[in-house]
């Protein structure tokens, strides 16, 4: 079974647009949603640019992978598409069980804490329980 399906997925970015606060994204967000009809999603308006254009995976339980490409190509925005970060234009995305979005390696991590209590840190800020921990600490540190 797939935990993670990439279905036909486009998202187009318009160049200089920048939200800066929730305050900027939630109505940006609503109007995109009104005044776009079937017709406007693959077509492409002044400045605009598609991040991602027709993406397709699948990823089974246990798979590992990996996402490369030069700067530009849509990594980034199939991660935050993956997080809920942002929306796909067109296309669906679906997740079967957790997903736990880490985009920035260094992101959670207190400078002051020793490895093992960083993990543990951020392993409960996942949602993981001090059991679960417990069972992936040595898979953990040989990873890292």
Not at 64 to 83: D, E, H
Not at 130 to 142: A, F, S, T, V, Y
């Amino acid at each position: 079974m797939n935990t993670i399906e990439f279905n036909n997925v486009w998202k187009k970015f318009k160049k200089g647009e920048k939200f800066n606060s929730l305050r900027d994204t939630i109505p940006n967000f609503f109007k995109g949603l009104f005044l776009k009809n079937d017709n406007s999603i693959g077509t492409l308006e002044d400045k605009e640019f598609w991040a991602v254009k027709d993406v397709n995976f699948h990823i089974k339980k246990g798979e590992v992978v990996g996402i490369i490409g030069p700067n530009g190509a849509g990594k980034s925005t199939v991660l935050k598409i993956l997080s809920g970060i942002h929306i796909p234009n067109k296309g669906d995305m679906r997740i079967y069980g957790r997903l736990s979005a880490l985009i920035e390696v260094t992101a959670g991590f207190h400078p002051e804490l020793t490895g093992r209590e960083n993990v543990y840190l951020n392993g409960t800020i996942l949602g993981m329980k001090k059991k679960e921990i417990d069972e992936r600490l040595e898979d953990i540190i040989e990873f890292s």
